[in-house]
């Protein structure tokens, strides 16, 4: 038996003896599922990073904002999934582009109003075809049933962690 192998042997051992019980983690389905994550996420990366200089959280951002006049930065966070830091770094990316703007909001000067520039809105409508393209291109590796199936298990397992 190789270094290795027992190696292996010992660490099961150690495990059943600790009373746990082992754990595969390239089957664990909370890792394959954040590793799916990030592969996707990586494949539209390249939609918005190399062409257009993006961010990841300035993506997330200019999306949110691409469907609205304006929104208060507290509310981009969870739309986005992104912190608090992230989300105002994102929006000092932007705005430093001349791609989104903040203003403060009338009632609460503590509150910040943000919302994209006509450039940021240009912006906006460029990407958007590239990443629906993208995300045509990734789920045509499906049938339209598994598609429909994926969406109805996201949503299930979405509901289910709320």
Do not use: C
């Amino acid at each position: 038996m190789g270094r290795s192998s027992v190696a292996r042997g010992n660490a099961a051992e150690a495990a059943t003896a600790q009373g746990g019980e082992e754990l595969d983690l390239q089957r664990y389905f909370p890792y394959r599922l954040a590793r799916l994550a990030e592969q996707v996420s990586l494949a539209v990366a390249e939609v918005y990073s190399e062409r257009f200089a993006l961010t990841r959280q300035e993506w997330r951002v200019l999306a949110i904002l691409g469907m609205r006049p304006e929104i208060a930065t507290k509310e981009i966070g969870p739309l986005t999934t992104l912190d608090k830091m992230q989300v105002s770094r994102a929006v000092q990316g932007l705005e430093s582009r001349g791609i989104a703007g903040r203003k403060h909001h009338p009632d609460d000067r503590r509150e910040l109003i943000v919302s994209l520039t006509p450039a940021g809105r240009a912006l906006y409508r460029k990407i958007v075809p590239l990443a629906l393209a993208r995300e045509t291109k990734l789920l045509g590796a499906l049938t339209a049933e598994e598609v429909a199936v994926l969406d109805r298990v996201m949503r299930k397992l979405s509901a289910a962690l709320a």
